[in-house]
């Protein structure tokens, strides 16, 4: 035999280390995904915050201090971390695969006075994401954030529970007589809540254009202006009844706390570049 599979003129050795790579590449695979979810689990984290939401975030620093605190740092077959460097090496892997992505501070001052400040006001921090980053710092200054999110025991738990509630309604013609009926009412209760909601909806949507239309634009009147505020609890999202606002009165508002926001600001820059050249002329 010539080993050359005639129908696609590949040498039976080059299937075979094929075949060794694709089982190397799974091999790795798998072991990154054990390290992510060791990793997101015992790295610790603070609250921030990007454009689109709220974060959980971490620095290069802490997330090496977790990895050689592991069992990889020790005698390992699959993975064997001797220095950090190996430890920076095995992450810089995790970033190219896009486990975590990393963060940029939005603001222009040092990282060291924004995160004290910051943690002074108990205000989470302000970042932007970077896509394209390929290299990963061990540094208390960078900032990451997961990406890859393994899927809890509460995931599984809904999951089936939903499962569940599926075969349960599929089963209902052969429920007894009386639970029929008590689902019927249950169903029909939600019904007419689901209706009402949506019906408040248009309500309150109708009497803001009326309002909007009638004042030029002036005024803006919501009925029960936090009905959705998910973040609220079920007696605050009815408080308060209604709302009546200038719009060119909220407009100026807004406007001058982002002035004396923006001021602020440069105050704290101007100050925080002071105290540098002050420091560095005692340095000299």
């Not at 809904?158 to 209902?172: E, F, H, T, Y």
């Not at 009926?181 to 803001?208: D, E, H, M, P, W």
């Not at 007696?235 to 719009?247: G, R």
Request: charged fraction near 30%; aromatic fraction near 12%.
């Amino acid at each position: 035999s010539s080993g050359i599979n005639a129908e696609y003129g590949i040498s039976k050795e080059e299937k075979e280390r094929e075949a060794e790579n694709r089982e190397r590449a799974k091999k790795i695979k798998r072991l990154m995904n054990e390290v992510s979810k060791y990793l997101q689990n015992e790295t610790s984290t603070i609250e921030g915050k990007t454009k689109e939401k709220s974060i959980q975030y971490f620095s290069g620093e802490s997330l090496v201090d977790t990895l050689m605190g592991s069992s990889w740092a020790e005698e390992n077959e699959d993975l064997h971390l001797e220095t950090r460097l190996d430890a920076v090496e095995f992450c810089t892997g995790l970033l190219t695969n896009e486990f975590f992505i990393a963060l940029k501070l939005k603001s222009k001052k040092r990282v060291t006075d924004e995160s004290s400040k910051a943690k002074k006001k108990g205000k989470p921090l302000k970042f932007d994401v970077i896509i394209d980053s390929g290299e990963f710092f061990d540094s208390p200054d960078m900032f990451y954030m997961w990406k890859y999110s393994p899927m809890g025991i509460w995931a599984y738990a809904i999951g089936g529970g939903l499962l569940l509630g599926v075969v349960a309604m599929a089963l209902v013609p052969v429920w007894p007589g009386e639970a029929q009926i008590a689902f019927q009412y249950i169903t029909n209760g939600s019904g007419v809540i689901v209706g009402v909601f949506f019906a408040l909806l248009i309500v309150r949507l109708i009497l803001f254009v009326l309002v909007w239309m009638f004042s030029k634009g002036v005024y803006h009147f919501w009925l029960l202006p936090n009905i959705n505020e998910d973040k609220l609890g079920i007696v605050e999202t009815f408080k308060p009844l209604y709302s009546l606002d200038n719009y060119y009165e909220e407009k100026e508002k807004k406007e001058r706390r982002k002035k004396r926001r923006e001021a602020r600001e440069r105050d704290q820059i101007s100050g925080s570049e002071v105290t540098s050249a002050t420091e560095d002329k005692k340095n000299n």
